[in-house]
């Protein structure tokens, strides 16, 4: 009779973690040298910037057919989706780190807009019922509701 195999949280864990590890460099590998082939179609004038743009286009148009898009994009958003494509295509640096540090004022923006949006606090019924314990007689009573 086969003994059940025992393994502690900590070693799944341990193993989930080992393979997600795995998976990401695999990813990252995957990227590299589909960006390297793509380089050098493009160098090689295979790949043009139309090609780019269109592809683009085909595959918002797939995207929306699948119903996983409301609407097409305006000319406008597809060709900031294929300028962005284009930078990492040509290794442009300079226009990656602008992009790059642009992203970052906008979050970081977006974190304090929403660091200064008030918020809405809702009260568990055990809170309500001790407020409603703790009003003076002739308030209201079980009825009261105090709003800060």
Do not use: C
Not at 41 to 49: A, N, R
Not at 127 to 147: A, E, F
Request: glycine share 4%; no cysteine.
């Amino acid at each position: 009779m086969a003994v059940p195999m025992q393994i502690s949280l900590e070693e799944v864990i341990t193993m989930l973690l080992s393979r997600v590890e795995s998976l990401t460099m695999s990813d990252e590998n995957n990227k590299t040298r589909f960006n390297i082939v793509v380089r050098a179609l493009y160098e090689k004038g295979l790949l043009t910037e139309e090609d780019i743009t269109e592809s683009v286009r085909a595959e918002h148009l797939m995207l929306k057919e699948l119903g996983m898009m409301p609407e097409l994009p305006g000319d406008d958003v597809v060709h900031a989706v294929a300028d962005s494509i284009l930078q990492w295509i040509r290794g442009d640096v300079e226009a990656i780190k602008q992009a790059m540090a642009e992203y970052d004022k906008k979050l970081k923006e977006y974190a304090r807009e929403e660091a200064r949006k008030s918020t809405i606090a809702v009260a568990s019924s055990d809170v309500l019922h001790q407020l409603d314990r703790m009003s003076p007689p002739g308030s209201g009573g079980k009825n009261s509701r105090l709003i800060i």
